[in-house]
C-alpha cells in the first residue's frame, strides 16, 4: 500500500503541476519539483528496505507513517484543486458578468488555499524523510545482527557439473525456451492419456478427469495434450474452456461455440442448443479446465452429443468427487508431485541466465531450494523467477535458501503462501503496484495486454518523467519482468508473436487478491445467478472497486468517497444500475460490459481526474462532462449500434483532451478541422473515416502510431496518407472495407502509405492481387494481413523487382485465389509464418515455398484436405534436407469434395 499511495501522490503532482503543458501554474514551481523529489526519496527507501525488514517493528511503523501522511496529502490536494477547477470553469462559462468582484475574489481564493495546501504538504513530508533517515539506521542494524552477507562468488570451474539433464524423456537446455507452458516430466502420463483420448473411435462419449491440488500442473498437463498434433487430427472438432470457483455457465458454453464456431455474431441467446448442433455429426475433443463442483458439471453436460463416435472430455478439477461424479470410471489420473530431477528440470527451463548454474555453488544452493519446493510445479517455476530477478551474489541466494528452511515444518499451501510473500517483498516498489492491481481481475481472467498496460499508465503505476521509451514500451517491459518472475503467465500469443493476453494461476491471484484487499486497496464483487438483484456496498479506505455480475437488471449502490477505479465486468448482456455517493476522485472508469439504455448515473459528475474511460455506446457520453477531463489518456467506445455516433461525440475531445493518447471507437469517426486541435500524445486512433484522410488532418495527429481507417462503397485511396511529414511515426495501420473495390492509385514509387508502416491490414477491399506490388516496396513492413476478400482475382504472380523483403508474417483469408506463382524463392526472403483460411480455390501449395527455409509455420483453417496434404510433403522435404524448423498446423480441415465457391458464400465481415 505505502509504494501504491507514494506513486499515487507523485502522478497527481506530474498530471496537475509538472507537465510541460501544466492544467495549474502556481507561482512556486520549485515548490512542486522538490515535494516530488522527497517522494521519489520515499520510494527508494521502501525498495531498500521493505522487502528485508518488513516484520521489524520499526519498518512497520514508518510504513504506516508514509501511507497515513501521503494519503492524506494527495486527497487534501485532490480536494483543493477541485474547487481550483470549478472556480475555472465557472470563469469561462460567465459571459458579461464574470469577473464581476464576487467571482475574482472566489477565484482567489481557491487559488491561494491550493498553494497554502501544498506548502502544508511540503512540510509534512520532509519531516517524514527526516524519519525515514533515522529508521534506515536502525534498520540496517537489525539486519547486520541478524543476517550474514557473503557476496564471494566461487570460480572453482573444476567444481562445475554439467546443467544439462534428461528428464521425462526430453533434453532441458541451458538455452531460453519461448515455450512458456512446456511439460516437464510426466512423459509416461501424457502417453497414456493421449492413448485413452485417441482410442477406438466407436466408442461412447468418454469423461477423462485429471485430479489434483492446486499449483501440480493439471492445465499445463490438459494444454500439453490439446496442443499434440496426433490429439488435433484424431478429433473433428477441439474447444476449451475455463470454469474457476465462480462458475458461470453461460460464459462457458460461449468459449466452447467460439471455438467450434467461425463468428460470434451468429450465435443466439439458446447457446445451450447452438453448441450441442454444432458439435452434431463431429468426433470432438472439449477441455474443461479448472471444474470445481458437480452442479458445473451438471449445467454443461447436456450440452455434449454422444454418436458413439469416439468424442472425449478432458477436465481438471482439485475435487476427487468431482472426477468420480463426471468420469467415465477407471479414466481418471491423479497428477503426482515432480521428483528431484523433475523439478531441477523444470528450474533450469524457467531460470533466465543459465550460465550462471554452471557455476557450483549457484547451482547446489539452486538444486537445494528446488528441493525445498517438494515437487509442486508452480512453487518451483516461482523461486527461479524469483532467483532470476535476485542479485547473483551467493549471500543473496543462502538468504533465499534460509527463508525456505524456516518454512519446512509447514504443510505444502501455507508453504507456498509464504514463498508468494517472499516473491512479493523482492519485487522493486513500481512492480508491486502492478502486480496487486492485477487483482482486480476476477479468477480465471484472460486479461487484455494492451487494456492492462493503459490501466497501469492510467493508475500511475508506470513512470511518467525520466524515460525516453513511450509510457506503453514501459508498461510492457513491467509486464515481460512479471512474467520472468513467473508471477504472471503468457495466455495467447498472436500470429506474429506478441502476447495478446495473459493470465494468473488461481493459487497467485487468490493471494494477490487477498494481499490487496488486507492492504485496503481492492474490493472485488461477484453475484451469481442465484443472489438478489440489489445489492449496496460500503467501502471504507478501498481504492479499486471491481465488479462481476451475471444477474440481468442488476441494481447496486456504493458508498464511498476514496475509491479511484471502478472496472465492471458482466457477462449477462443486460442493463445494470448503478448508483453511488461520488465519483469526483475517480482515475479510472470502466463500463465498456454494461448497457445503460437510460443512461449513466446521474452521480457521474467532476470527473476532472479521470484518465481512463471505456463505455458500452457513444451515446452515454452524453451524459459525462468529457470537456472538463484534460487528464483523460485513453477512451474507448466498444458498441457497434451507433450509426450515426460520430454526430454525439462532444467537441470537448478535440478541445480539451490534450493528454489523449488511445481514442477507440468502432464506428467511422467524423472530425472537425475548425475543432480538431494538434493532438501531440495520441498514439491509437480508430476509426477514422476514409473522407477525413487528409493532409490537414494527419498535421494535427502527428504521433499516431496506430491507425484504422474505414472505407464505405466504392472508394479511391486518400491522396493525404502518402506524406512521410505527417504520419512519420506510424507503424500500424487497418483499413476496413465494405466489400466494395478500392482503388489504390497508380504509384509505381510505392509511397502511397508511410515508409514506417511494420503491420499493414486490409478487411473486404477487395483490392486486385497486382496492387500488392506497391505494398511490397514498404522497406519495413514486417506483418501483412489480408482478411476476407481484402484482395480479389484468382491469379497472384509475384516477380523479383516487388519482393517483400522484411515481411515474416502473412496472412490470407477468405479468397478465391486459385495461382499462386513467384520468380523464384526471393520474394518472401524472411518469411517465417504463412497462415491460409478458406482459401478453397487453393488446392496445393505453391511449388516456390518449398525452398523457403526460412519458414516456421504453416497454418491452415476450414481449408480442404489436398492443401494441407500439400503442405506437409513440403515439411517432409525440408525435413530430408536437414531442415527441421517448420511446422504444419491445420484446423476444421475440409474434405476436396466438399468444395464451395467462396465467392458464393455467405461472407460476414470481420474487425
Avoid at 497501469?456 to 512474467?483: P, S
Avoid at 486512433?685 to 462503397?713: D, M
Amino acid at each position: 500500500m505505502a509504494c501504491v499511495a507514494v506513486t499515487s501522490l507523485m502522478r497527481t503532482l506530474e498530471f496537475q503541476f509538472l507537465h510541460p503543458q501544466p492544467r495549474i501554474t502556481l507561482s512556486n514551481k520549485k515548490q512542486i519539483e522538490c515535494l516530488h523529489e522527497k517522494h521519489g526519496r520515499l520510494l527508494v527507501f521502501l525498495d531498500k528496505f521493505e522487502n528485508n525488514a518488513d516484520n521489524l517493528p520499526e519498518m512497520r511503523a514508518v510504513t504506516e507513517e508514509i501511507i497515513d501522511v501521503t494519503v492524506k496529502a494527495d486527497d487534501g490536494i485532490q480536494e483543493e484543486l477541485l474547487t481550483f477547477i470549478r472556480s475555472s470553469n465557472n470563469r469561462l462559462d460567465d459571459e458579461k458578468d464574470c469577473w464581476c468582484l464576487d467571482f475574482i475574489r472566489g477565484f482567489t481564493t481557491a487559488s491561494t488555499k491550493l498553494e497554502e495546501t501544498l506548502k502544508r504538504v511540503v512540510d509534512d513530508v520532509e519531516k517524514l524523510v527526516q524519519i525515514t533517515m533515522k529508521t534506515s539506521g536502525l534498520v540496517n542494524s537489525n539486519l547486520t545482527q541478524h543476517t550474514s552477507h557473503v557476496d564471494v562468488v566461487h570460480e572453482d570451474t573444476s567444481d562445475l557439473i554439467n546443467s544439462n539433464l534428461t528428464v521425462g524423456g526430453s533434453s532441458i537446455s541451458s538455452q531460453h525456451t519461448s515455450q512458456e507452458d512446456a511439460m516437464v516430466g510426466h512423459s509416461e502420463e501424457l502417453d497414456e492419456v493421449m492413448r485413452q483420448l485417441t482410442g477406438d473411435k466407436n466408442k461412447a462419449l468418454q469423461v477423462i478427469a485429471v485430479v489434483g491440488m492446486g499449483g501440480i500442473g493439471k492445465t499445463t498437463f490438459a494444454k500439453t495434450i490439446y496442443d499434440e498434433p496426433r490429439v488435433k487430427s484424431h478429433f473433428d472438432l477441439c474447444a476449451w474452456t475455463t470454469m474457476s470457483l465462480e462458475h458461470n455457465k453461460g460464459q462457458a458454453i460461449l468459449d466452447l461455440c467460439r471455438c467450434v464456431k467461425q463468428s460470434s455474431s451468429a450465435f443466439n441467446n439458446d447457446l445451450d442448443a447452438q453448441l450441442h448442433k454444432s458439435l452434431l455429426g463431429y468426433r470432438y475433443l472439449i477441455i474443461v479446465d479448472d471444474i470445481w463442483t458437480t452442479d458445473a458439471w451438471d449445467d454443461i453436460c447436456r450440452c455434449f452429443p454422444d454418436e458413439n463416435n469416439g468424442s472425449k472430455i478432458l477436465l481438471t478439477t482439485r475435487a476427487v468427487e468431482v472426477a468420480q461424479y463426471a468420469g467415465s470410471g477407471e479414466y481418471s489420473h491423479e497428477m503426482r508431485f515432480l521428483n528431484d530431477d523433475e523439478g531441477w528440470g523444470l528450474f533450469c527451463q524457467k531460470f533466465l541466465e543459465k550460465e550462471l548454474l554452471k557455476k557450483y555453488e549457484f547451482k547446489r544452493i539452486g538444486m537445494n531450494i528446488c528441493r525445498k519446493c517438494q515437487g509442486l510445479p508452480l512453487t518451483v517455476v516461482m523461486m527461479a523467477g524469483l532467483l532470476s530477478k535476485t542479485a547473483k551474489t551467493i549471500g543473496e541466494w543462502e538468504n533465499i535458501e534460509r527463508n525456505l528452511n524456516s518454512l519446512l515444518a509447514l504443510d505444502l499451501h501455507e508453504k507456498f503462501s509464504r514463498i508468494f510473500t517472499l516473491s512479493y517483498n523482492h519485487l522493486p516498489s513500481h512492480l508491486k503496484g502492478c502486480f496487486l492491481y492485477l487483482g482486480v481481475f476476477h479468477e480465471d481472467s484472460e486479461i487484455s495486454v494492451k487494456k492492462l498496460i493503459r490501466l497501469w499508465i492510467a493508475e500511475g503505476f508506470v513512470e511518467t518523467m525520466g524515460h525516453r521509451k513511450r509510457l506503453e514500451e514501459v508498461g510492457g517491459d513491467y509486464l515481460q519482468d512479471l512474467i520472468d518472475r513467473s508471477l504472471v503467465m503468457v495466455n495467447k500469443r498472436s500470429f506474429d508473436g506478441q502476447i495478446k493476453t495473459c493470465r494468473m494461476h488461481d493459487l497467485l491471484h487468490e493471494l494477490c487478491s487477498s494481499k490487496a484487499k488486507n492492504e485496503n486497496l481492492l474490493y472485488l464483487e461477484t453475484m451469481g445467478s442465484r443472489r438478489n438483484f440489489g445489492h449496496f456496498v460500503r467501502l471504507s479506505d478501498e481504492r479499486w472497486l471491481s465488479l462481476k455480475v451475471v444477474i440481468p437488471d442488476f441494481h447496486i449502490s456504493i458508498s464511498s468517497k476514496q475509491w479511484r477505479s471502478i472496472l465492471c465486468f458482466n457477462g449477462s448482456g443486460k442493463e445494470w444500475y448503478l448508483r453511488a455517493t461520488s465519483f469526483k476522485k475517480l482515475i479510472v472508469l470502466d463500463l465498456s460490459k454494461i448497457e445503460f439504455k437510460s443512461g449513466v448515473p446521474r452521480d457521474i459528475t467532476d470527473l476532472v481526474f479521470l484518465r481512463y474511460l471505456a463505455l458500452a455506446s457513444s451515446k452515454l457520453l452524453n451524459h459525462i462532462p468529457l470537456d472538463k477531463n484534460w487528464n483523460l489518456q485513453t477512451l474507448i467506445i466498444n458498441g457497434e449500434d451507433d450509426n450515426n455516433a460520430h454526430n454525439l461525440l462532444p467537441h470537448g475531445i478535440w478541445d480539451n483532451l490534450q493528454q489523449l493518447r488511445h481514442l477507440e471507437i468502432n464506428h467511422k469517426l467524423q472530425v472537425s478541422i475548425d475543432l480538431l486541435k494538434v493532438q501531440e500524445n495520441l498514439q491509437t486512433l480508430y476509426c477514422l473515416s476514409i473522407s477525413q484522410c487528409t493532409a490537414e488532418v494527419f498535421k494535427r495527429i502527428p504521433s499516431v502510431k496506430e491507425l484504422g481507417i474505414v472505407a464505405g462503397g466504392h472508394q479511391v485511396w486518400p491522396q493525404g496518407l502518402n506524406s512521410p511529414c505527417c504520419l512519420e511515426y506510424l507503424e500500424k495501420l487497418r483499413v476496413q472495407g465494405s466489400d466494395h473495390p478500392l482503388d489504390l492509385p497508380p504509384q509505381p514509387q510505392g509511397d502511397i502509405f508511410p515508409e514506417t508502416l511494420k503491420e499493414l491490414t486490409f478487411v473486404s477491399t477487395r483490392i486486385p492481387w497486382r496492387a500488392m506490388s506497391l505494398i511490397s516496396m514498404l522497406p519495413k513492413l514486417e506483418v501483412l494481413k489480408l482478411k476476407n476478400f481484402a484482395c480479389t482475382g484468382q491469379e497472384w504472380e509475384l516477380t523479383e523487382d516487388h519482393c517483400f523483403r522484411q515481411l515474416k508474417v502473412l496472412i490470407i483469408s477468405h479468397t478465391d485465389l486459385k495461382e499462386w506463382k513467384a520468380d523464384g524463392d526471393s520474394t518472401f526472403p524472411k518469411l517465417q509464418r504463412l497462415q491460409l483460411k478458406k482459401c478453397f480455390n487453393l488446392k496445393e501449395m505453391p511449388d516456390w515455398i518449398e525452398n523457403m527455409i526460412t519458414l516456421q509455420l504453416i497454418k491452415l483453417v476450414y481449408c480442404y484436405t489436398s492443401l494441407v496434404h500439400s503442405a506437409n510433403l513440403i515439411k517432409e522435404q525440408h525435413e530430408l534436407y536437414g531442415y527441421d524448423i517448420l511446422d504444419i498446423l491445420d484446423f476444421h480441415t475440409q474434405p476436396d469434395e466438399d468444395h464451395v465457391d467462396p465467392l458464393c458464400m455467405n461472407r460476414r465481415r470481420f474487425y
